[in-house]
């Protein structure tokens, strides 16, 4: 097949978004641009389930008294499924499977990912999985707290919790099956001339992602497992009166749920080390130390889980251990955060709205991560376990990270995904929002914490009521923020697809191909000679096309 | 460009290559180590319950070799024998597959899902034996030789069950006695210990219920696709002899085979 | 064994046969292994010798199903780390999960 091939004279060339146009074509694709899509709508639909019940939680903590539900319990079903909802079913697929899937295969100038039918069937697993969630939710939620600690939860709940863990269980297996198909793309289908040095950073931080999700979930899938199995039969794993070990199941839970944290945020320093450079017109400093450390995190982040661990009940002398690796761990994400300032410095900053919110990510990442650093450190542990500084230290990282990040790639590559463009001003200014009503919301957690607010309580003691009526009215301008571009990106829909194969001038095999792409991704095979991140991209662009030439000849 | 796969003559050993791969090498390397992947999530599912099993012995090594001793080991060694077996006539069918004999394919995989089903039927048989001396965790555990054991007297010998047990350590003593005596502490019973004993040799039966029954549930997933495979093996349905697909077949059902080789020794000798 | 074609193209894809002496040593092997394993649990050593030479045997098992039924021997370099990586893996919960348990009681602390 030569460029010639593409000469039609009957009109633009059908993109993925058109080429067949029924419900079966969608619901039966193999194409990894529409399961991207497909992935983009159902985690959308959840993250804004989750957002009511966080919305539902803000209202009650207006006031001391527990007043708007009818009682404790309703409250501890409400924080337990926004976080069973927020982590398993937006945070974990949101950007591996909604932006990963779609760009991946693009920027390796691959035509589809290795499996593109475990593709599909791993969102189908997905749907599958969160819908168990949703039914649980309108069956009352669990009571049990994101983290299912036993014996609570497999012995004196009162709450569907076997539900709980079949949904999350079968949830993993589409995780599971996203970092496989990740992991072995990347090593196989990179196009000729395509080494690992000459990758864009989005697909290493995803690659990194994947190995994360393959060795991590298979073991919180056995810890829901057993806690399924004692309620449901009886059996005492966990029961102290039989001999069990309640901790077992945290160091269970735990040697997933650290990682899985990794799994959310490395996606969200993908998304950041493409965009930077973008809008610095820099290449991006220190490539290789940024790829390094995306793997180095991977792997240390399973090394360091019993730091959620410290006043479990865990070993001293592992406690030590786990705290001196949660520093070490620190390190690599420092690293990244140093090389992507560096980027921007003697850079040609353009503000524009993925940028406004790479920069967010930096800012609310720093603190997130330095709080981190402060809980990591067994002493201070202590004290703040349990209490809003711990809420507000992943939330930084969650949200101000991940979230952030990810509305920042929406935005960057919403014009690659539709071919259309999002209306800058309002970008803009739902950057501003998110920016403005999430610290509002979350910064005067920190302060709770340290003054002793304990977490997932619903009444508090009266003095804490000032900061939480900020955090509520920081809550609403957040929410105002976030559903603003849910609008303006399907109101974008109904415009022309005129965005142009690359209005950012940025560099990346991407940018090469027309906006929105076609179904086979390239029109020619590609050869790849030079090294990502040739800012300027004029300059790439021609080694590009000198390629293909040299190729076709 | 390699030559478009849509022209693959009969019966020429050639398999299909998918449009979104460039050639067979990169197909086969990407289904490998697809398969390879995989079972990394595996083995780190079977981990986390070894690791809890591990935790437990550790704890209470005592219990674990009673609950151990009934479990027939003598029984256990053939069914790994045979298990074993199966594995090599899985590797003989993904051989077939590289020398292109396709009769040799499917007999194999009929001998491999023989096997993996006599497998199953011991296994099944073993567990009747467990449920019947009310071995199986839950409310209707009985710790033999416990009060509560319709079949406590001095120096009984379990039928059915292994022989091994009470016999071979001195006299005749129950496994619940045998228990209490290890949870002496300066000569008194620590009843706390005690019952923590007891829990734990109902426990051993959990992971041996549960770890069994979760590998044989991988059992039976391989055994419908092996009959499967060689049903379509048979039909022709593959390109070329199937070589990719049933070696990856293979490599899981190896995989299953690995589980057990450390699971036998894990639960049935415990000494 | 009859239909033993193997067509110039199918050669190629194919990176290595082992043959079927091969394959019955290793099946030999592996029941003399599992054999052994039995009458080692009959021993008089101690429980931890018991535990140490069980699972020596069954890593030495284990190790010839990989690089020979699995063709793992015979295999890119990336197999090789994808097969070790999962067993580092394995050891990595189970050590840390051991070692908390074993230090459990070393400060004389009440629940430390």
């Not at chain 1, 067994?378 to 990270?401: E, N, Q, R, S």
């Not at chain 2, 390699?2 to 003559?9: D, G, K, N, V």
């Not at chain 2, 041996?208 to 009959?227: P, R």
Request: net charge neutral; hydrophobic share 50%; with cysteine.
């Amino acid at each position: 097949m030569n460029a010639s091939a593409s000469a039609r004279l009957d009109g633009p060339p059908e993109d993925y978004l058109t080429a067949g146009s029924t419900v079966k074509s969608w619901l039966l694709t193999s194409d990894h641009k529409r399961i991207g899509v497909l992935y983009l709508i159902s985690v959308t639909a959840f993250f804004i389930v989750g957002g009511i019940l966080a919305g539902l939680m803000r209202l009650e903590l207006m006031t001391p008294k527990g007043d708007l539900f009818a009682s404790a319990d309703t409250y501890n079903r409400m924080f337990t499924m926004h976080g069973v909802v927020m982590i398993f079913f937006f945070l974990v697929p949101a950007i591996p499977a909604a932006l990963g899937n779609f760009l991946l295969p693009l920027m390796i100038g691959a035509r589809d990912l290795a499996f593109p039918k475990i593709n599909l069937l791993s969102w189908y697993i997905y749907i599958i999985g969160a819908a168990m969630g949703l039914y649980l939710l309108a069956q009352g939620g669990v009571d049990t707290g994101w983290t299912f600690y036993t014996p609570f939860s497999s012995m004196y709940s009162n709450t569907r919790v076997v539900t709980a863990a079949l949904a999350v269980f079968i949830t993993g297996f589409s995780s599971i099956l996203t970092g496989l198909n990740f992991l072995v793309t990347v090593h196989t289908m990179r196009a000729p001339g395509m080494t690992w040095f000459r990758m864009p950073l989005f697909v290493w931080s995803n690659y990194a992602t994947a190995l994360v999700m393959v060795l991590g979930t298979p073991v919180l899938a056995i810890s829901v497992v057993l806690v399924g199995l004692e309620r449901f039969f009886g059996f005492g794993i966990f029961d102290p009166k039989l001999g069990g070990d309640p901790i077992l199941f945290q160091h269970l839970f735990w040697f997933y749920s650290h990682p899985a944290v990794y799994i959310m945020v490395l996606p969200g320093f993908a998304v950041i080390s493409e965009i930077i450079p973008c809008f610095a017109r820099r290449p991006i400093f220190g490539y290789s130390f940024i790829a390094f450390s995306s793997v180095a995190i991977a792997v240390f982040g399973f090394l360091v889980w019993g730091h959620h661990m410290f006043v479990s009940g865990q070993s001293m002398y592992a406690g030590a251990v786990f705290s001196i690796l949660s520093f070490l761990v620190a390190i690599p994400s420092a690293i990244k955060v140093f090389n992507w300032t560096a980027t921007l410095y003697k850079g040609s900053i353009r503000f524009d709205t993925p940028m406004l919110y790479a920069l967010g990510f930096i800012g609310l990442f720093l603190v997130g991560g330095l709080t981190g650093l402060m809980v990591a450190s067994l002493a201070l542990d202590v004290h703040v376990h349990d209490t809003y500084f711990i809420v507000a230290h992943f939330h930084y990282i969650m949200v101000g990270g991940t979230v952030t990040a990810y509305m920042g790639g929406l935005h960057f590559w919403w014009p690659k995904i539709s071919g259309r463009m999002y209306p800058e001003l309002w970008g803009k200014l739902s950057a501003l929002l998110v920016f403005v009503g999430f610290n509002l919301t979350f910064f005067p957690q920190f302060i709770l914490g340290y003054l002793g607010m304990p977490r997932r309580y619903f009444e508090y003691r009266p003095e804490y009521q000032v900061l939480n009526v900020m955090s509520t009215a920081g809550a609403t301008i957040l929410a105002v923020g976030m559903l603003m571009p849910m609008v303006y990106f399907l109101l974008s829909l109904r415009g022309p697809k005129n965005a142009g194969p690359n209005p950012w001038g940025a560099t990346g095999l991407e940018w090469q191909i027309e906006s929105p792409p076609t179904t086979h991704n390239f029109h020619a095979p590609v050869v790849v000679t030079c090294d990502p991140y040739l800012y300027s991209p004029e300059e790439a662009e021609r080694e590009y096309v000198h390629a293909q030439h040299d190729h076709a000849s | 460009m390699s030559m478009p796969s849509t022209i693959t003559p009969p019966d020429s050993g050639r398999q299909d290559l998918l449009h979104h791969f460039d050639d067979l090498e990169q197909q086969h390397l990407s289904s490998s180590l697809g398969m390879w992947f995989f079972l990394a999530s595996e083995v780190m599912f079977f981990s986390g319950l070894i690791a809890s099993y591990m935790l437990y012995r550790f704890w209470s090594p005592e219990a674990f070799h009673l609950a151990s001793a009934h479990m027939d080991k003598w029984v256990g060694l053939a069914n790994t024998g045979v298990l074993l077996t199966s594995s090599l006539t899985m590797a003989l069918a993904v051989r077939c597959t590289q020398v292109g004999d396709r009769k040799g394919i499917v007999r194999n995989l009929l001998l491999t899902a023989l096997f993996a089903v006599a497998f199953l039927g011991v296994k099944a048989y073993e567990y009747r034996v467990e449920i019947n001396h009310n071995l199986f965790p839950g409310p209707n555990f009985i710790v033999p030789g416990s009060p509560r054991d319709p079949h406590a007297s001095p120096g009984h010998a379990e039928a059915g069950a292994s022989d091994h047990g009470e016999g071979g350590h001195g006299g005749g003593a129950s496994d619940y006695e045998r228990l209490r005596q290890a949870s002496m502490v300066d000569g008194q019973v620590d009843e706390q210990e005690f019952s923590r004993n007891q829990g734990h040799f109902q426990l051993m039966f959990v992971f041996y219920f549960f770890i069994t029954g979760i590998h044989a549930f991988h059992m039976i997933i391989g055994v419908v696709l092996i009959l499967l495979f060689a049903v379509l093996a048979q039909m022709r349905w593959f390109s070329g002899y199937g070589q990719t697909q049933i070696e990856m077949l293979g490599l899981y059902w190896h995989f299953v085979d690995l589980v057990w080789v450390f699971v036998y020794p894990l639960l049935y000798l415990v000494e | 064994m009859s239909e033993l074609r193997q067509s110039p193209e199918a050669h190629e894809q194919i990176h290595h046969v082992i043959s079927l002496k091969t394959y019955m040593a290793i099946y030999a092997a592996l029941l003399v292994l599992l054999v052994a394993t039995v009458l080692a649990s009959e021993l008089p050593i101690s429980r931890s010798a018991h535990l140490f030479v069980a699972m020596t045997i069954a890593v030495i098992k284990a190790v010839l199903i990989m690089l020979f039924f699995m063709h793992v021997y015979y295999s890119a370099p990336l197999i090789w780390i994808t097969a070790v990586g999962s067993i580092v893996w394995v050891a990595l919960l189970i050590g840390f999960l051991l070692a908390d348990n074993w230090s459990r009681d070393w400060l004389n602390i009440l629940g430390k």
